[in-house]
């Protein structure tokens, strides 16, 4: 297994390495906008507000992906 990490072609590797690294920072943001809503004492209404507004820019990443490889394909 360790051979095959080693011997990975770039675009395998980046390809990986955006998808690990994409899904850590989108869970990262899925906290700092939990804490935020918790901090600011927002309630159900402005949790919501807040995850929809803030989650926005995360959802449209996440379409973006998904039709780039829809049309490739």
Known sequence: MLDA???MDEET????????LCT???AYMCFIIYKLAKDSKAGRYGTIV???VL???MFGFIV???L?????K
């Not at 590797?13 to 690990?20: G, M, Q």
């Open 13 to 20: 590797f980046t390809t990986l390495s955006v998808t690990i």
């Open 5 to 7: 990490f080693l011997n």
């Open 24 to 26: 850590a920072l989108i």
């Open 68 to 72: 780039t490889e829809v049309l490739q």
């Open 55 to 57: 989650g926005f820019g």
């Open 64 to 66: 973006k992906t998904v």
């Open 50 to 52: 807040l995850a929809f």
